[in-house]
């Protein structure tokens, strides 16, 4: 199986580590937020996957029938890695257990696919990373937006300019887990709006998972219909199945 070329955490880095050694939230073993060894189970993709929204198939076709007969607002979206064990317990422990530690740490699989391609040759380089905004409640509730923290980590080590408020939540949607594709999509449909900043530019929007997409078609709708000129999606996980019609 492929590694990862990311740098690993290495020991514990601050004093507060030493004191209160942080649990792997994949394997649960003391020492560091992830551990080394989950760190290299994380799964890549797969080699069949969809050319535009890139995700999984099991067959050898360019583009998934979605892909073939609909049109999207985004222009080409990718997963750093597949939504199963440890990353799930990792994704889940950063959106759900107040474990935004976790960030850094999981940012670096975002920006490891960030420098192959199809990232590294696009039509239109990125003039902005923009992240799939929390309603202002959700946030307040969570105390910080775990889709921001990992387009920051990715920021940072790209040097690309992050702009958390170049989109905004204005609706208060339902959970998507649980709904069906076709609920997703009518859950979010106008649940966002852009900021008129993005007239001319082209955005890298980022999240945590990619379900169905829906969340973010919507962001990217709501980017185009405000003059974005290109929207892109990198997403930390996707699932192996499932999603795909
Ligand atoms: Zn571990
Ligand atoms: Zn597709």
Redesign the pocket.
Known sequence: MATWTIRLSGAADSALDLLFPPRCAGCDAPGQPFCDRCAQLVAPLPAQI?A??G?PHATAVA??S??RHGRSHLRLSRAAALHAHPLREAIHALKYETRPELAGPLARYLVAVFQAPPWDALPAPIDAVVPVPLHIQRREERGYNQSELLAAGLCRATGLALEPAWLERIQATRQQVGLSAAERRQNVAGAFTAHSAVTGRCLLLVDDVYTTGATLEACAQAATAAGARAVYALTLAIPAHGAHP
């Open positions: 969809c535009v929204c995700r583009l998934c979605q892909c």
